[in-house]
């Protein structure tokens, strides 16, 4: 299947110049996807860029990842209300290092003619006067080209600053640069990006009388209305230190099932033919969640790696399954960080647990989990507490026995509201 047919199917198309389709009929073409290193990590909002990309190499295409060394100097206003924070280039450099970590997980590098390649719009800005920029660039765009941007028209009432208003000549003249000097005939990009490329076609068709290209695929939106890859911690990072894969492979476990057929086309790397078997065997028993887990499985292990999966699979299982204490009392003290991340800590001496506390004490005055001894009876009798999931009454003693990873304990209250307490 070729690249355009590939997208299409997975409903991963929005825009394309005219003459695209056809272009991609050819056996090789060089294309091209920007990212500004505005974060040490990707988060997982790119991931439909970088799916793109690897569709694009699996079709036999060369894929150019471009870093904005220099672009991410100056920040992009697509998408935004108002004027992104400028980073110092020592910033950049170190997130430009710790993108194209994470870029090597997804494409090939060494194969042959259509390796693919990262290149850094840095490199050729560096030396540029800007004297030689606006008289040799910007006269090929209009100031009317670039206020009718969507990117521009939203801000104008706002506000948007100079440095933001030139984003889109200095993005089209990465385009045309890497047309003169790479063979790069079409960019890839959101389909908030269409501005910017146009930029660089029209900069290509005016100054050098060449025939490039465009294609962009849709904002991934959820189907209850939230915005895809955010949590109530906010983004959903491809770094395991900024989200633990743990957490990676519950946003994907837990999609809705809208969601989830949505998904597996667009980031799994199954072919067709799976993906509709896997579909109709999920809506036959949407119980299963079989999508989910496929979805969960494929792109932590991909993300990350088998064992981060495999691990995620584990900590799960203990959370959420039944007569788990014996297991929950070997989880380690970082997958407990991370599942119970933004849960309300109580912290209370050693010395207290060491010979033994009755759980209404603890939970009452040493904790003060619970506002009084009374509150605390009251959920016991409901049998309604539960230390380290397994449900306790009123004469527990809380010992050396419950404690998990040398210094916490698990408390419960119901079905959804934890407390961690930390013996320190």
Known sequence: MNFFKQLQWRGMIHDFIPGTEDKLKKSLIVGYIGFDPTADSLH????????????????????????????????????????????????????????????????????????????????????????????????????????????????????????????????????????????????????????????GTELIRKKLKGESYALTTPLIKKSDGSKFGKTESGNLWLDSKKTSPYKFYQYWLNSSDADAINFIKIFSLKDKSEIEILIKTHLKNPHLRILQENLARELTIRVHDEESYNNAVQVSRILFGKNTTDEMLNISEKDILDIFEGVPQHEISMNEIINGINIIELLAQKSKIFKSNGEVMRMLRSNAISINKKKVNEHKIINQKDIIGDKYIIIQKGKKNYFLIKLV
């Open 44 to 199: 997982i909002g790119n991931l439909v860029q970088i799916m793109t990309l690897v569709h694009f190499q699996k079709c036999g295409h060369k894929p150019i990842i471009l870093i904005g060394g220099a672009t991410g100097m100056v920040g992009d206003p697509s998408g935004k209300s108002k004027e992104r924070v400028l980073l110092s280039e020592k910033i950049i450099n170190q997130n430009i290092k710790g993108i194209k970590k994470q870029l090597l997980k997804f494409l090939d590098f060494n194969c042959g003619e259509n390796s693919a390649e990262i290149v850094n719009n840095h490199d050729w800005f560096k030396d540029i006067k800007i004297l030689d920029f606006i008289r040799d660039i910007g006269k090929y765009i209009s100031v009317n080209q670039m206020m009718s941007k969507d990117s521009v028209k939203s801000r104008l009432e706002s506000g948007i600053s100079f440095t933001e208003f030139t984003y889109q000549l200095i993005q089209g003249y990465d385009f045309y640069y890497l047309f003169k000097n790479k063979n790069c005939i079409i960019q890839l990009g959101g389909s908030d990006q269409w501005g910017n490329i146009v930029s």
